[in-house]
């Protein structure tokens, strides 16, 4: 065997699913590292094993041969590992294998890490470990690898550059905070050829300080399927998120929003292209928000704001050369975990929607083909649709948030507040009548609009 490639068997590490293996692959990644770098290889066995800490210059590579298997016991994960950014997730602050100012990393092969999800009960405040978190790490690649069965979010990116995702397989439709591949201040990411399925947000590109941007983002021939959303920008706007491309990509059966992009927290979400994407059940294919919020116990906000901040930017989007499609599945209400409501008829469409003083800037819709279910009377949608409030001037009032209202007034198009829009070759139908208004386009300042219903 090569001299750069440490089997963990040799360090003791039995492989028989039922043994913990942690000391034995931990001593393997740090020999490894004092080599000056080389592969841990685990072949021919499930490795059972607490927290692992990753280290620069090493590769772990699973073999086709092998399974990584986290330890069902929450006390052999580290309380070391950073912690989760969502102020109500102190329970996801561990994590499966964790790295920190580590570079030139990886993770692959054709084999399997499995996150025991089934030993961590399902709630949100119990204690689960994440299965991957990197901190300010550098030239990462996760290749080819299955991530299955998470206890929580799969993957945790945060202030790092340089990672190249490639050809993994993500399963995480067993437990709540079921997210995939989630990237908090990164730059310099390409992820392609990779099929995520989950019970929460399938890729997630964030930004939870001014320090690091999200930037220079590339996402390609990619599969999302969700009980919630397929990919996420936003939410954590508190910096900036910039220059990011989605192309060649399919979401299917995803059951809240496919392409969400949301500015909340005073920051920057700027130059987005979506390009040459098809959808298949997806509640709301695109929803766009600019808003402020602050939750000082609330959840979904980042622990990094301390107070409620002004209305930020959003503007340069393109989203085109889309085939949106509902099946009859669309019909239906459909819950992740028995009652947590995800979307129903009523709850569909494209939404873009900002304050009146502060509106979304520059957005195209070109080239899309939109066949929608339809099938919602007007008596099941109440009457009045709330505005988008500056929670600075109107702090107690109703208003459009993230999971508020649960109902469109428009079968496919909602455009409010945006200045400089442009609606060309928009091609709608329906499956089924509808009472509601197909397309709504309010206090825009419109540069072109083309849409055509049959």
Same mark, same amino acid.
């Given at each position: ?116 999800? %089934? ?47 490639? $050809? ?54 990619? %599969? ?8 996420? *920008? ?32 005073? $920051? ?8 040459? &994407? ?32 002004? *209305? ?10 889309? &085939?949106?499609?509902? %099946? ?14 995800? $979307? ?36 099941? *949608? ?5 505005? &988008? ?11 459009? %948030? ?15 507040? &945006? ?36």
């Amino acid at each position: 065997m090569r001299q750069d490639i440490f089997d963990v068997k040799a360090y003791g590490a039995k492989g028989d699913g039922m043994s913990k293996d942690t000391d034995a692959i931990q001593q393997a990644i740090d020999e490894c590292h004092l080599a000056g770098g080389g592969t841990v290889l685990l072949h021919k066995g499930t490795f059972l094993s607490g927290g692992l800490y990753l280290k620069s210059n090493v590769v772990l590579e699973i073999a086709a041969s092998a399974i990584l298997r986290a330890s069902g016991e929450i006390a052999d994960y580290g309380e070391d590992t950073h912690y989760n950014r969502y102020r109500n997730e102190e329970a996801l602050d561990r994590c499966f294998l964790y790295a920190e100012d580590a570079e030139n990393i990886g993770i692959v092969g054709l084999g399997k890490i499995d996150g025991n999800a %089934e030993s961590f009960p399902n709630t949100d405040s119990s204690y689960r470990p994440m299965l991957l978190r990197f901190l300010r790490c550098h030239f990462i690649i996760v290749e080819r690898v299955r991530l299955h069965n998470a206890a929580a979010w799969t993957t945790a990116f945060l202030d790092s550059t340089n990672i190249r995702i490639r $050809g993994v397989d993500i399963w995480n439709e067993q437990r709540y905070n079921g997210d995939g591949l989630d990237f908090d201040g990164c730059s310099e990411v390409f992820i392609s050829d990779c099929r995520i399925r989950g019970t929460d947000d399938n890729l997630c590109l964030q930004s939870s300080s001014k320090e690091y941007p999200a930037e220079n983002i590339h996402i390609s021939n990619c %599969e999302f399927t969700s009980l919630c959303a397929g990919i996420r *920008i936003g939410l954590k706007s508190i910096g900036s998120i910039r220059n990011v491309v989605i192309t060649n990509c399919t979401f299917c059966n995803v059951f809240r929003e496919g392409i969400k992009i949301e500015c909340t927290e005073g $920051g920057s979400i700027s130059d987005i292209t979506v390009r040459g &994407v098809t959808m298949r059940n997806v509640s709301r294919p695109v929803w766009i928000l600019l808003n402020n919020r602050f939750e000082e116990k609330g959840w979904g906000t980042s622990k990094e704001l301390k107070e409620m901040p002004e *209305i930020g930017v959003l503007q340069n989007i393109l989203l085109s050369d889309m &085939v949106i499609t509902d %099946e009859e599945e669309m019909r239906n209400t459909h819950c992740r975990f028995g009652d947590d409501i995800m $979307g129903s008829p009523r709850f569909g469409g494209i939404r873009i929607d900002a304050n009146k003083k502060h509106p979304i800037e520059n957005v195209m819709l070109k080239n899309m083909i939109y066949t929608a279910i339809g099938g919602v009377r007007k008596e099941e *949608i109440p009457a009045e649709y709330p505005e &988008v409030l500056d929670r600075l001037e109107h702090l107690e009032e109703v208003s459009s %948030e993230n999971y508020y209202p649960d109902w469109s007034r428009t079968v496919f198009l909602d455009c409010r507040n &945006v200045k400089n829009l442009v609606l060309e070759d928009l091609m709608l139908h329906k499956k089924y009548p509808d009472e509601r208004d197909s397309v709504l386009v309010e206090h825009c300042s419109v540069l072109k609009q083309n849409v055509y219903e049959y």
